[in-house]
Nanobody
């Protein structure tokens, strides 16, 4: 099992910045995609940004030029740097990692692939 824990959300004024962090509970050996999604009240969950294992990134049009997805080299943490925030960015932000492989701590067997979600972190942007 891999648990993903998001942090960094909060209340910020329009034009401000936040940095979201998603930390995995164990070392991820490999993955296909790390991504950030968001869900505003009454809306469906939408993809905000994703990062492929190749390093390729993709952003939804509404955040291009304002948000940046990145990860640390140990592959345990993925970040979302959000700048020039707008009230319409208000949502619960979720981390997702797809195609995860990890070593079982007891057997040392390689396990996967799995898909994991974090519990979400609230981002509120006031006008």
């Amino acid at each position: 099992q891999v648990q993903l824990v998001e942090s960094g959300g909060g209340l910020v004024q329009a034009g401000g910045s936040l940095r979201l962090t998603c930390a995995a509970s164990r070392r991820i050996v490999s993955f296909n995609t790390m991504a950030w999604y968001r869900q505003a009240p009454g809306n469906q969950r939408e993809l905000v940004a994703d990062l492929k294992s190749s390093g390729t990134t993709n952003y939804t049009d509404s955040v291009k030029g304002r948000f940046t997805i990145s990860r640390d080299n140990a592959k345990n943490t993925v970040f979302l740097q959000m700048s020039s925030l707008k009230p319409e960015d208000t949502a619960v932000y979720y981390c997702n990692v797809d195609g995860v492989y990890y070593y079982d701590s007891l057997t040392t067997n390689l396990r996967g692939p799995y898909n994991y979600w974090g519990q979400g972190t609230q981002v509120t942007v006031s006008s």
